[in-house]
Nanobody, 116 residues
Framework: QVELVESGGGLVPPGGSLRLSCAVSSRTIFAISTMQWYRQSPGKQRELVAG???????NVVDSVKGRFTITRDNAEGTVYLQMNSLKPEDTAVYYCHTLYGNINYWGQGTQVTVSS
């Protein structure tokens, strides 16, 4: 069993920044797992935002490119999502995800609200 725990969400004005964290219960599993951040807005499907491989190769979707950065710390078993220049359309619940042993593991989600 792998547990993922997100933190760092909150309410920020447009143009603000937040840093999300996702701690994985097993550092051994974390070290061999690609990690992703997803988000889901009310009435919309959950969508992929960013991903990072075990060796640190990172990708983000076009809608957040230049604003969001995904990183990981294998020693800490934690993946981060640095979000800058936030827009109202970034408002969503953000989820951490990994696939291990053909099982999808999700965190409980952290709410990000961008509003003045």
């Amino acid at each position: 069993q792998v547990e993922l725990v997100e933190s760092g969400g909150g309410l920020v004005p447009p143009g603000g920044s937040l840093r999300l964290s996702c701690a994985v219960s097993s550092r051994t599993i974390f070290a061999i797992s690609t990690m992703q951040w997803y988000r889901q807005s009310p009435g919309k499907q959950r969508e992929l935002v960013a991903g990072i491989t075990t060796v640190g190769h990172a990708n983000v979707v076009d809608s957040v490119k230049g604003r969001f950065t995904i990183t990981r710390d294998n020693a800490e078993g934690t993946v981060y999502l640095q979000m800058n220049s936030l827009k109202p359309e970034d408002t969503a619940v953000y989820y951490c995800h990994t696939l291990y042993g053909n099982i999808n593991y999700w965190g409980q989600g952290t709410q990000v609200t961008v509003s003045s």
